[in-house]
């Protein structure tokens, strides 16, 4: 992973092959593409200091992993400070590194890391887990004043499917593990796990319980707080360790409590997990529907009713536009195709282009069951006067949707911040919702004086409501600090789905990014669980102190 952006090393995102992009670029926040006016500061004139690691912890910690598992490289230190969030993005290429952890250890099994568990206490260091470093909430990042030895807890070396019980359809499986290296553990005996998000390729099974990560596909296979049946946890107290039953009454659940625990409660060194059967058959369909309203409305008709598709999205006009913008150079036939689209669209249905949603609905199981499904569907889109567009706009997401995280870092060579929101409400709320996130963040565009843009989406229905995402990004003014006016954007935004009654994240957890609402989310007495729970279990403070509340 890169230390100052997203991804491997020699790939990015560019515009070069998007022939629309570099014109919507330039027309929506007036910003010039050609040129980079932003680059990350060179690894050579960072100034990383010396750790602060007294010789007998070190000892200590080589004792319990071996010496080869111990490492104060520094740029290992880097990579282990923080998440990928865009206060961290920023920071780390302006040279602002903020307290590096002191450590990199890499325990490989589950007596290990209760043995750094107990070297660590003994020592009173700070014990930070890290899994693939790819949360956005701050998940990660040590408090500028912490006095304490830091040291950084890389699962990686974690990474077995250890045992499958095929007649209960669960898995357990090595909390380091990444997911395109579990899932290729899982298919090559014929089993899915069905979480993927769009982080997938660089965030870990230990992450996405401590963070309550959702996938793409969790319409059908659930988040990941109902994919996890068990969680076996190194904690100050011991091995805590859960049963892998469907359901248990045994007090308020210890299992949902390590869920979103960001590393407070303990290290998560296992998990019992879900597994399904590698579908048969797998279908994503583009939808075009008029409005957003019409939409939305599509959405919570298909989450009432009797059809489970795998992947329910469907994005605002804005988010649309966008996503036609980002279309790689057209054929002949492509172009002609899509104009005679336009054309129906605008003289047989009425469509106004502008106003136009793009949604992706997926299918998955035998060949039946996905016929059956794409019928129920077919009938409530028509009725809110949509209409299917076939497999092509389905299958371009679904390759590109793990390139799309690049395009951030390619904004911020350009000088301009991109970031990401998202939240839950009911579905009475939803669209109120919506409307008072867009104003909230356009009126924080107009008090900065800047030109942003600010798009939406659907995704993750459920019974009683679903998740919209909002992306927004802005051209800044080079009045103040970028970073001081991404707050007023993001603030605007988080507060505003508070003020609606919705959450504060549905699946990016809290960190130190997302605290400040946590109170009002939650209600006070939330809090004061929440805190009890944390100085419990850690009373010395040493488990990734200040994170969630
Ligand atoms: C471009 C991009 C796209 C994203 N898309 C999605 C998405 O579609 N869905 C989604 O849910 N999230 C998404 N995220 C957010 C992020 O990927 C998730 O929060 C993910 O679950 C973090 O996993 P990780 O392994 O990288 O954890 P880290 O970032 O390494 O850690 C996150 C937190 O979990 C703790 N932790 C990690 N491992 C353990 C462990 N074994 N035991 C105890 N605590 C642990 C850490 O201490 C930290 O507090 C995205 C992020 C980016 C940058």
């Not at 952890?101 to 003994?122: G, H, T, W």
């Not at 789905?497 to 997302?514: I, N, P, R």
Request: glycine share 8%.
């Amino acid at each position: 992973m890169k230390w100052w952006g997203w991804g491997d090393e020699g790939i990015a995102f560019t515009h070069r092959d998007k022939p629309a992009l570099a014109r919507f670029i330039k027309r929506h926040l007036g910003l010039d593409v050609e040129g980079r006016t932003s680059r990350p500061m060179a690894f050579g004139d960072l100034h990383i200091p010396e750790p602060s690691l007294t010789p007998d912890l070190r000892a200590a910690l080589e004792e319990a992993i071996g010496d080869e598992r111990v490492s104060t490289d520094p740029l290992d230190r880097l990579v282990h400070a923080r998440g990928k969030c865009l206060r961290d993005l920023v920071r780390h290429r302006r040279g602002e590194l903020g307290r590096l952890p002191d450590v990199v250890v890499r325990p490989a099994a589950q007596d290990e890391v209760s043995a750094v568990m107990r070297v660590a206490l003994e020592a009173d260091a700070v014990l930070i887990p890290f899994g693939g470093g790819t949360n956005i909430s701050g998940s990660l990042e040590a408090a500028d004043g912490e006095e304490r030895t830091i040291i950084s807890v890389d699962m990686g070396l974690m990474d077995r499917v250890v045992d499958i019980d095929e007649d209960s359809r669960l898995a357990r499986v090595e909390a380091g593990v990444l997911g395109p290296r579990l899932e290729e553990q899982l298919n090559a005996r014929g089993w899915t796990l069905g979480h993927f998000p769009d982080s997938f390729t660089h965030s870990t099974l230990g992450g996405w319980i401590a963070t309550r990560s959702s996938g793409m596909q969790s319409d059908k296979y659930g988040d990941v707080a109902d994919l996890t049946r068990a969680v076996r946890v190194v904690t100050p107290a011991g091995t805590l360790s859960t049963r892998p039953v469907p359901h248990a009454s045994t007090g308020p659940s210890v299992r949902e409590m390590v869920l979103g625990s960001e590393g407070r409660l303990g290290i998560i060194t296992e998990a019992t997990v879900h597994v399904h059967r590698v579908p048969e058959q797998r279908v994503i369909l583009g939808y075009l529907f008029p409005s957003w309203p019409e939409a939305l409305a599509a959405m919570r008709e298909i989450a009432e009713s009797e059809a489970s598709p795998s992947v329910t999205r469907v994005s605002d006009s804005w988010e649309t536009q966008f996503s036609f913008a980002t279309r790689k150079d057209p054929s002949l036939l492509d172009r002609l195709k899509s104009k005679a689209l336009s054309e129906y669209l605008k003289r047989r249905r009425d469509f106004d282009l502008e106003a136009m949603c793009l949604s992706f609905i997926g299918y998955e199981g035998s060949k039946d069951h996905v016929a059956a499904q794409r019928k129920l569907v077919g009938r409530i889109v028509s009725s809110h006067g949509g209409l299917c567009v076939g497999r092509s706009p389905g299958e371009l997401y679904d390759q590109k949707k793990f390139d799309t995280p690049y395009i951030r870092d390619y904004l911020l060579d350009r000088g301009a911040p991109a970031d990401v929101s998202e939240t839950s409400a009911p579905w009475s709320r939803l669209q109120k919702l919506y409307d008072n996130v867009i104003a909230a963040a356009r009126r924080a565009f107009d008090d900065l004086g800047v030109r942003g843009y600010i798009m939406c989406h659907l995704s993750h229905s459920y019974h009683s409501g679903a998740c919209l995402y909002f992306t927004f990004a802005f051209k800044p003014s080079d009045r103040r600090d970028v970073l001081d006016e991404y707050d007023v954007v993001k603030a605007a935004i988080q507060q505003t789905f508070v003020d609606a009654g919705a959450t504060l994240s549905h699946h990016h957890a809290v960190g130190t990014e997302h605290a400040q609402w946590l109170e009002e989310d939650l209600s006070g007495p939330g809090v004061v669980m929440l805190k009890a729970l944390f100085e419990g279990v850690d009373p010395g403070a040493n488990l990734n102190p200040g994170k969630i509340v």
